[in-house]
């Protein structure tokens, strides 16, 4: 039998998982994951348990990533799942270390509680978004409960979100919860309505590509609007490659043409049924 395609695994378990790096290049990127590391915990074991790291707008050694933003094996498989020409959402590098963890939660967090409705929680409801998270090394911090994208949450997890439509207190056990396990160089495309924390319980330095991605000739989501590349500096926007610039310059044209993050709060501008 032939593997789901990457669409029908979103729409089926919330997320899918494909290798796109290997080999030399894996080596290289893992090079310079280290070296983002070292930066970010200078003296070993200190530090903070997760930063969040400026993909753009960052000198070296942060530049050894930028074409993962616009590398077409990623954005093929991105391409597969939404269905359309991309727009860039943004991205950031998390760089954590040992116990560091997250409350549960659905990415709704820059909606207002009383404005999120469970009825996007659905089978019947397509957001025009995709994350991503590539990993550098080993990794599990990512964990999700398969299948809670398309339904609203269930008695069980309305106890452990305690009253909240935004997020758990961290540490606290959610059902039918598994971490995502990823091998270096593979990455887990993800819907990020589904039930997901950041929880890195194998206690190993962590680095990943964490970005965005929208079709193009669809309104954006809220998510859209999380992104900082807005406030980088015009004379270091002029030094990107032509493709990453490509896409940086598509993603203020898509912010123009979409200026208020709370016009996306309107399931009828966000969404569109099956």
Known sequence: MSKPSPKQEVEAQGYTIRQVLEGEELSRIQAVAQAVYREAHPTPGEGPQQMSRPFIGAESPVRGFYYLAHDRPLLGVIEQILGGELVWEGAALPVSGPNYTQGWHRDVLQVPEAQVDEGWFSADVFFNNIQINMAFFDDSALWAV????????TPEEQVVFAGTKHMSAAGVDMPGAVPIRLKAGQCVFYNNNIIHRGHNGEHHPR?????????????????????????????FIRTLDPPLRKLYDEHMAHREKY????????????????
Request: proline fraction near 13%; aromatic fraction near 12%; avoid cysteine.
């Open 146 to 153: 398969p299948g809670s994208h398309a339904r609203p949450n």
């Open 207 to 235: 680095v990943t590509y964490h970005g965005g991605y929208a079709r193009k000739d669809l309104p954006p989501t809220w998510h859209f609007y999380v992104s900082r590349l807005s406030g980088v500096d015009a004379a």
């Open 259 to 274: 200026p208020d993050p709370k016009a996306s709060y309107d399931i009828p501008d966000v969404v569109r049924l099956r």
